[in-house]
């Protein structure tokens, strides 16, 4: 998609991929056949562009520095990148900006320290100092009091204020629900705990939430911000099921995340495309992950907005001005085409695909990844939604999400565990 966007605009694209069968390669001005984080091919890359950017999160900063000291341009820049680039380093970030997060900490935090053999009364209570962690409010991280010793208690410890279920998070990693994991009790702490490196994953709390929100906004070199509408997501299996736009929230709710995106991007000298997923419920609108790249819950905007995500994100490394993200339709919803439990054979793909395309005010996209996998991310359909009310796009929704999922039903299989990240 951002291949099709460059395409538009006249801007020749060239690719770091690791196959000729990527689905960029087609429309691209030339391609470096290596791995994404063969900081060598990216040397080739940066003598035929005059900026490099890039489509996923997973960067490897250190290798590329040498790089941008010899004066590559990337965009965004890897002084913005770097602290975006884990959960832990995010939640860290969005705390310094006193931005809203869900409680955290680390998941070695509840490895609470306790009396050492060798100190005098073994029967004494174990004291502690609470380090008020800067990131957010009310949580703690555990640490002895001065002048005691310590071993490792035999068991976790929540720090106080948490309580079960808990999420548990790979630092680095985890998409589409991988790297995830619900932590329901006792048990289940102390298996993660057995199975993983601890300083490498997060614990936060399960947030009350009543709708799962995300914002793609965008910042260029001359500092200014420009937001896409809010939308609405919905997820299956921790997969993206469906966007919709407009969400359902009052001005005041959009308001404020458009002036927390504001923030972070100037915050960080951040130039490119971001996106920001959110919380909302009875805590307000809490920041829940970010991605400094095109989103999915963008997609939308190819047929809803002036300007989509991935024309914005070509204009922006390429030095052009901003387009205007303004929506051009009542409402829309973006539908993903997940990979079904058992790939389907090519005719009845092709039939699938076809009545998709002939749904009223439809449009699709399909992407050519192989292979099938059994929840990944195909395709998608946007639907143009015509309700004048927001009560009518709601039953549109609905009505239209159904007769998608009539042709392409959602796959039952429960997503692959995540592995462990030692």
């Not at 410890?157 to 548990?168: E, H, I, Q, R, Y």
């Not at 001005?321 to 539908?335: C, E, I, N, S």
Request: charged residues 20%; proline residues 10%; glycine residues 8%.
């Amino acid at each position: 998609m951002l291949a099709e966007a460059a395409a538009d605009l006249g801007v020749a694209l060239h690719v770091q991929c690791p196959g000729a069968d990527d689905p960029a390669v087609g429309l691209a001005a030339s391609r470096i056949d290596a791995a994404l984080d063969d900081p060598e091919a990216t040397r080739r890359l940066a003598s035929v562009c005059g900026a490099i950017s890039f489509e996923n999160e997973w960067v490897p900063i250190a290798d590329l520095i040498p790089l941008a000291e010899a004066g590559v341009r990337f965009v965004p820049d890897l002084t913005a990148l770097e602290p975006l680039m884990a959960k832990r380093a995010q939640r860290e970030l969005l705390g310094r900006l006193h931005l809203p997060t869900p409680r955290w900490c680390g998941l070695e935090e509840v490895l609470a320290p306790v009396p050492s053999a060798d100190v005098d009364n073994n029967d004494a209570p174990v004291t502690y100092s609470p380090q008020r962690s800067p990131f957010w409010d009310g949580g703690s991280a555990l640490q002895p009091a001065p002048g005691a010793t310590s071993r490792q208690a035999s068991g976790p410890v929540l720090p106080p204020g948490f309580a079960f279920p808990l999420m548990a998070k790979a630092s680095r990693g985890g998409y589409d629900g991988k790297g995830t994991r619900v932590i329901a009790n006792q048990a289940e702490i102390e298996a993660l705990v057995a199975e993983v490196n601890p300083p490498d994953w997060i614990l936060e709390e399960r947030v009350a939430f009543e709708q799962e929100l995300a914002l793609v906004a965008c910042r260029d070199r001359e500092g200014s911000v420009a937001c896409f509408p809010l939308v609405q997501t919905h997820q299956h299996q921790q997969v993206c099921d469906w966007v919709f736009f407009p969400a359902p929230v009052n001005h005041a709710v959009e308001a404020l995340a458009r002036n927390l995106a504001a923030s972070l991007l100037t915050a960080l000298d951040y130039v490119g495309v971001m996106a920001i997923e959110l919380f909302y419920g009875p805590a307000g609108l809490l920041v829940n992950e970010l991605a400094p790249r095109t989103h999915n819950s963008g997609h939308l905007t190819i047929e809803a907005c002036r300007c989509s995500q991935f024309s914005q994100q070509v204009r922006v490394v390429a030095g052009l001005p901003m387009g205007l993200p303004d929506p051009v339709v009542p409402g829309a919803l973006m539908v993903n085409l997940l990979g079904p439990e058992s790939p389907l054979d090519p005719g009845d793909e092709a039939r699938r695909l076809e009545a998709l395309r002939d749904l009223p005010a439809a449009h699709l996209h399909w992407y050519g990844k192989r292979p099938s996998a059994a929840g990944r991310k195909l395709g998608h359909l946007t639907l143009v939604l015509e309700g004048g009310s927001h009560a009518e796009r709601l039953l549109e929704k609905e009505r239209r999400l159904e007769q998608v999922r009539r042709i392409w039903p959602l796959p039952s299989t429960p997503q692959t565990p995540p592995l462990p990240l030692k």
